[in-house]
């Protein structure tokens, strides 16, 4: 009985970390786009005197700019729309930043996005594979515990770890960034020699923000749902424990022996 619990519960998290794996598979890197909105934050998260020095500092050479980038045009319709009021400061850096980023950039080949792009190009074109080893997986569960209810039960419990699995870092960044914050002030300084790129708060905001941008609509929507469907069955276990128990104590009352009192009959002297 315990080896068949075991391989239950083994299957179980393995079943969840395949759906919570195909579900990222999801995600494909666009760097330039990746690379951008790093900036974007980096500057939304400095401190609005280092936001208001690096703007100073690009606005003052934006001439330069113009005559040294290889984005002439880019770069100068920037500076022009910024002079004339119709881009504001975020806009302004999120565009000279996103001018020198190429369209085409591609993924580095080293390190841990060369190996993430290699798992999920994997995923991507093994997907009929991935469904068939889950059927399996499914199916064989089915056939360890062998009651309907029991298996729907499980089944909304591997729900709520996917749920969990996808949704708990999320949360995690999102509570770091309300309770204690983001500060790429240090960063951000120094892109223009004036901070230290070294700054460990800075460094780890800057990692938790790039976590954050690969959570789009579709990953938050699906985690949610998994949660639904995982709390829906734990409610439906509960109702179930319950019933089971009521019905127990209905089958005790049931089959509990009566006392019957005999009467003594009086003589009659």
Known sequence: MGFKNFLIWFIKNII??????????????????LIKGVFGDIFAYASPEAQKQVIGELAGTC????????????????????????????????GVVGSAVPVNAAIPQIGVLDKYNEAINYLNKNKILYFAVLLVLTLFLYLLIMDVNVFLITLSQI??????????????????????????????????GIGNIFDAKAISSVILLLFLRTYDSF?????????????????????????????KIEEAK?????????????KKT
């Open 16 to 33: 969840i970390l395949l759906v919570a794996t195909l579900i990222f598979s999801s995600i494909t890197l666009d760097i330039p786009s």
């Open 159 to 192: 729900s709520f770890g996917i749920g969990m699995i996808i949704m708990l870092p999320y949360i995690a960044i999102i509570i770091y960034r309300n309770f204690v914050g983001f500060d790429t002030t240090p960063i951000l300084g120094s892109m223009f």
């Open 219 to 247: 990953i938050i929507t699906m985690g949610i749902v998994f949660l639904v469907i995982g709390i829906a069955g734990k409610v439906y276990g509960f109702i179930l424990k319950r019933k089971s128990k009521e019905r």
């Open 63 to 94: 001439s330069l700019l113009e005559k040294s980038s290889k984005f002439t045009a880019r770069v100068g319709a920037i500076c022009a729309d910024y002079k004339s009021g119709k881009i504001n400061d975020k806009e302004f850096f999120f």
């Open 254 to 266: 049931s089959t509990k022996p009566t006392i019957k009192t005999k009467k003594k009959k009086s």
